[in-house]
């Protein structure tokens, strides 16, 4: 019968592993934390540029200055990603046609130059939603540049009131180009679950169906809330705050 085993002979034989897996913990960390600080270093190069040409191109509401909002967005998603802060939405009343018209206006050049129409129909009137302004605009960005990407020659954005909310529908006429088979890239792939994401965000639906004769993508947005008039809202009747404001009778002064 052997030699009884002893803690120290454990410790002695497993050494050398506990050291292989600490340098590999260690060294795991350390190409996490180059890989962070090399990707906020490129984040800090790329924020630069665009926050000048926000500022630089004004105010405005045009499809250029919505354009640099959504890339910032985009930078901003990113930089929380790497950084592990919480994703930002910033719900408030907007003018849904002035969402959705300059989203039009930023592809009508990459549609000219690809040959294929890009219409609006714009059916839901003065329709204010309760959106984030630069979600939305992701969102129909990536809805219109699959469109015009998948779809055939004619691509149209339609606005219409639902129950509730303002539906945005974008349809293709289908027979669209064929792109060969390739790899899973995962660079692509990524816009229509950008879309859910958005419209999950606003408790709003997204809906997509394909057919042979085209691709019909929806996505729905809840209408913001009107306020009360003032002579209906009523915290502004006395008699709803107890109050009773009929006239006393003229305290007299004693003689």
Do not use: K, Y
């Not at 292989?20 to 890989?35: E, M, P, Y």
């Not at 027979?175 to 390739?182: E, I, K, M, N, V």
């Amino acid at each position: 019968m052997g030699a009884p085993v002893t803690i120290a002979d454990v410790g002695l034989g497993t050494w050398p592993l506990g050291m292989t897996l600490a340098a590999g913990f260690v060294g795991a960390r350390v190409h996490r934390s180059r890989r962070r600080s090399a990707l906020n270093r490129a984040l800090h190069e790329l924020r630069r540029p665009l926050q000048a040409l926000a500022l630089s191109s004004g105010p405005g509401e045009g499809p250029g200055p919505h354009a640099l909002r959504v890339a910032l967005t985009a930078l901003e998603d990113l930089d929380r990603e790497i950084n592990g802060s919480a994703r930002r939405v910033d719900l408030r009343p907007v003018d849904c046609r002035a969402l959705v018209q300059p989203a039009v206006e930023r592809w009508r050049g990459v549609a000219a130059a690809t040959r294929r129409s890009l219409v609006l129909r714009w059916r839901a009137g003065a329709a204010s939603v309760l959106a984030d302004p630069d979600r939305v605009a992701q969102a129909l960005d990536n809805l219109i540049d699959n469109a015009l990407r998948h779809g055939g020659l004619r691509v149209s954005v339609d606005a219409d009131l639902c129950a509730g909310g303002v539906r945005i529908t974008v349809r293709d006429s289908g027979g669209g180009p064929q792109h060969p088979p390739r790899s899973r890239d995962a660079r692509h792939g990524h816009g229509l679950a950008i879309v859910s994401r958005v419209a999950a965000e606003h408790g709003g639906h997204f809906r997509m169906l394909r057919t042979p004769a085209g691709a019909t993508a929806t996505l729905e947005l809840p209408l913001a809330p009107r306020p009360l008039p003032v002579a209906n809202r009523p915290l502004d009747s006395a008699a709803s705050l107890g109050l009773d404001l009929t006239e006393a009778p003229p305290v007299r002064a004693a003689a």
